[in-house]
């Protein structure tokens, strides 16, 4: 047991330390996975600490919970595949965040009489866990296409919304300002669980890299504020560097898609724009569909070749197909590289992870800015699944919804082959004029099924 | 152990700007493991589920905190194996390197 204060500060301060370390550590992937092993021992120290501090007792419970947690934790951790990833991570931010409105709750209920300080902590510690909590439960079920990814909107939504919000500060203010009672914080987690659900909800699967983030800004400051409660330093930094990477993610996420994070939350995108293009595709140019075979031929003979994964590539499971399809190819000794647009895919960075599973050597993957000139010089640009990434709209045409976004600039290339299912238009409902170019054909299908005969073709080529 | 209010949020301003100057030195490449990562970090509400659950006195409080420790160790276990298991798979190309390209 462990009774000097001074000693269990220190012991808090090497988890810090272990954190911040785990974090630099993944600036490069070379040794990111050395930090998050030093990030682990610092948790471990952590965890070590509380439990010899002074005072700690119902082990039974302790015991019991932390097994059940860590038995739930190994098998979600190991048998998740990676598409599935941010269906994961936000299952991770919505524990977390209830974690946090529950040890709240708890204290809510034991400290009698309790400060100022300490009511303003346990209210925000409880608002936004809860909210990050049922906000994540729903991204996880649109994710996991339990419920529809598509917007769901109602009329008067956004007001609706907002006065469930106004109903969850009310509670706080009124538990601020005095109460005691237990009621008033457990319908302040009730309005702000409410709220969570209601504000995922209308947002659509594109602009979960958005949600994602946010929700993960608000796990920690959740978990920072639950550390005023405690009078925790461990908790306070620790909870304040997860709201960073995620505040920061956020804003990242929004500039990538050239809108506003309020834009994002509240603009229900998909819903509006269904209509918009469609006149546009009567202007007499039309869609070019194309064989296995004929692609084949084209990448036969390409020097350079570059691969634009999308969400397509993801929900078919064919990045280890689009591997062997390059590996094939640079047998033949043309050189292949993947775009990565940053909010390609559901999460942020999405297809670097899709792609390294797939044994992709990271050294090929280039990001936008730094792949962009280099389509000029390309033969063959291979989108697999991307839509909304590639539409030229988003330079030409300010009366598109995503005019403004950067793009990659795949209709550079000399010629373009799309891989797609079908030809409904993307998940932001926006019809891609890059499918209209005369460099432009479309391999329909199957995104793996496609992927598998390119390789047979290319293999008889 | 009461820290002065004023000391937390001094501390807490200052996490904030550290948060923001390491992370911004991550690449784009590595985002979803700085997710999980973070995931993992903010795993350390794990601490206050033990103070809440290791000092209850009361069965309301037990079960509060008893959902919070497990919620809490799934998010420590569950982050850090899935972060670890994603980093694994980010190579650089294997030995033999393939004649050059053009």
Known sequence: MISDPDVVGLLYLVTIVCFVVALRFLSSPKHARKGNWVGGAGMLVAIATTLSLEGIGNWAWIVVGGLIGTVVGLVGARTVRMTAMPQMVAIFNGVGGGAAALVALAEWHNTVDPGGDERVSIVLSALIGSISFAGSAVAFAKLQELVSGRPIVFPGQNIFNALVLIGGVAFGIAAIAGAEEQWVLVALIACALVFGVLFVLPIGGADMP???????????????????VLDSTVLIVSGMLVGAAGTLLTLLMAKAMNRSVANVLFGAFGQVQTGVGTARADDGRTVRATTAEDVAVQLSYARKVIVVPGYGMAVAQA??????????????????????????????????????????????????????????????????????????????DPASPIYGMPILDVDKAASIVVLKRSMNPGFAGIDNELYLDPKTTMLFGDAKESVLKLIAAVKAT | MSVPLVIELTILVLAAFLGFEVISKVPTMLHTPLMSGANFIHGIVIVGAIIVLGGADDTFTKVIGFIAMVLATANVVGGWFVTDRMLGMFKRRPDPPKGSGK
């Open chain 1, 210 to 228: 958005v949600v994602i983030s946010m929700l993960n800004a608000f796990t920690g400051l959740a978990a920072s504020a639950t550390g005023f």
């Open chain 1, 319 to 396: 990045q280890h197909d689009v591997r062997q399809l390059a590996d094939v190819l640079e047998e033949r000794g043309v050189e292949v590289l993947y775009a990565i647009h940053p909010v390609a895919g559901r999460m942020p960075g999405h297809m670097n992870v899709l792609l390294a599973e797939a044994n992709v050597p990271y050294t090929q993957l280039r990001e936008m800015d730094e792949i962009n000139p280099e389509f000029a010089q390309t033969d063959v640009a291979l989108v697999i699944g991307a839509n909304d990434v590639t539409n030229p709209a988003a330079r030409s």
